[in-house]
């Protein structure tokens, strides 16, 4: 075959497995890659626009054999103003790989930690890919859908070292009240936060900030909205404040 390759892959079977892939950089620091599902609107919690080597990298895939017109629109995380918009196009089963500092910001200088929505005519799959802080790389699939309730997702403190990160993405342009509920091994809420997440904003929540959780925490956590017809997505990034120390995948 070819001595090198650059594209995507799909694995299907007859029943339920797992699957993940890794990818070496030059700079030695491998990358963990979950398997991501494909739809026509995609949801991105975590992106950010730095120097050249730390800003997030978005790999897309169009998983059929129609073109696709894509549209990925930025927000301010805080805000949920608007920062950029992406036009890009997609041959059938074609795929690409790009950096958000490329994003063409009113300021070409703007810096910003915020979210995304990817927008296409046809399904699409994507996956982000961050270096934080001290080096470490993180990465997470793009989300599908949202909900009221978000499925409750694993959660712990100082385990190796590390603590996770709660990111929660308001997926619609009006303000959502949001319930956080920690629970134990025992299925026991144990801390619970209630925030008010702007439009198309983020919430951030490092579970070393909860003092109810001792180290050595290891749960879940159940996120909500009581606002009718409000949907939130949610991922957890194995990351210290702001997502900006050690990450684990």
Do not use: C, H
Request: proline share 8%.
């Amino acid at each position: 075959g070819a001595g090198s390759y650059n594209g995507w892959a799909e694995v299907r079977a007859g029943g339920p497995f797992e699957a993940s892939a890794v990818r070496l950089p030059a700079n030695g620091r491998p990358v963990q890659y979950a398997p991501t599902g494909a739809a026509s609107t995609l949801y991105l919690p975590y992106v950010r626009k730095a120097d050249p080597l730390s800003s997030s990298q978005i790999n897309l895939a169009n998983t059929g054999p129609t073109p696709a017109d894509v549209t990925i629109t930025y927000y301010d995380a805080g805000s949920g103003q608007p920062l950029a918009t992406d036009k890009r196009t997609l041959p059938r089963y074609g795929s690409t790989r790009f950096s958000v500092g490329g994003a063409g910001t009113a300021d070409p200088n703007l810096r910003f930690s915020g979210t995304a929505i990817i927008s296409s005519s046809a399904p699409l799959a994507a996956n982000v890919e961050t270096l934080l802080d001290d080096g470490s790389p993180s990465s997470y699939p793009a989300l599908t859908m949202g909900a009221t309730v978000a499925p409750q997702l694993p959660v712990y403190r100082e385990v190796d070292g590390l603590t996770t990160t709660l990111v929660v993405q308001n997926t619609g342009k009006e303000a959502l009240p949001v319930k956080l509920e920690f629970l134990n091994s025992n299925g026991e809420v144990v801390a619970m936060r209630e925030q008010t997440v702007p439009g198309f904003g983020r919430l951030l929540e490092w579970q070393g900030d909860l003092r109810e959780l001792q180290p050595g925490f290891v749960g879940k956590v159940r996120v909500s909205t009581t606002t009718t017809g409000g949907a939130l997505v949610v991922t957890v990034l194995g990351g210290g404040p702001g997502s900006g120390k050690k990450s684990q995948f």
